[in-house]
């Protein structure tokens, strides 16, 4: 039961550099996320896809990019990392219910990014 | 603006009494409301939800919420909290609008039991 997996755990970048979370789920959910996770804050919508082959903004999507590789995975890119970046990163999934309403979302175990 | 508040940082209380943790939100509409627990270090877990009927949600661990739609509020309850229950709690809503799943979360509230 593996539910949603992401990689890489811990990983510390300096500025500038890039680098890509990956994520997967085997659920055969259709719609997929990332949030990022910042003390007092909750947790804040970057990117969706609802659907294969689709993807759209969330709350906070400057400095990032997704794919949406295929229903399984989506991938999160920072291209030029910078410190205010710095966060715990959740990818998550929802269900096959095509009205998504009461679906439930579950999540990964977390990506802790330092940018230094 | 669609949100969600936890009005409380931080709830202590004793182990073998009971526990509340506050949400309220501000949605157009009849919301989706769900809880999620997470613990030091690890993602979050889900709880429970409430969509429909009543308003009495029973959910894992021996958690329960009752949705309020006069007060707009989603309170998280236990009648005996143990020690293992400390953890960060959030209360989360999907609007009734949305089509695509997504969630907009409280900021969250650590719980504290203390032996």
């Known amino acids: 039961n593996a539910g949603v997996t992401q990689t890489p755990k811990f990983q510390v970048l300096k500025t500038g550099q890039s680098m890509t979370l990956q994520c997967a789920q085997d659920m055969n959910h259709n719609s997929m996320y990332w949030y990022r996770q910042d003390p007092g804050m909750g947790l804040r919508l970057i990117y969706y896809s609802a659907s294969e082959g689709t993807t759209d903004k969330g709350e906070v999507p400057n400095g990032y990019n997704v794919s949406r590789l295929n229903k399984r995975e989506f991938s999160l890119r920072l291209e030029s990392a910078a410190p205010s970046q710095t966060s715990v990163y959740f990818c998550?999934?929802?269900?096959?219910?095509?009205?998504?309403?009461?679906?439930?979302?579950?999540f990964g175990e977390g990506s802790w990014l330092t940018v230094v | 603006a669609q949100s969600v508040a936890q009005p409380e940082d931080q709830v202590n209380v004793a182990e073998g009494n009971p526990l509340t943790v506050k949400c309220t939100y501000s949605v157009s509409g009849n919301p989706y409301l769900f809880w999620y627990v997470q613990y030091p270090n690890r993602g979050l877990q889900f709880l429970l939800k409430y969509i429909t009927g009543d308003n009495l949600v029973k959910g894992s661990y021996g958690f329960e919420a009752e949705f309020n739609k006069s007060q707009t509020s989603f309170h998280l309850k236990k009648p005996s909290a143990l020690v293992s229950d400390s953890a960060l709690y959030f209360c989360?809503?999907?609007?009734?609008?949305?089509?695509?799943?997504?969630?907009?979360f409280g900021q969250g509230t650590t719980l504290q039991v203390k032996p």
């Open positions: 998550a999934s929802s269900g096959t219910d095509s009205l998504r309403r009461g679906n439930t979302i579950y």
């Open positions: 989360a809503v999907r609007p009734p609008s949305s089509n695509t799943g997504k969630l907009i």
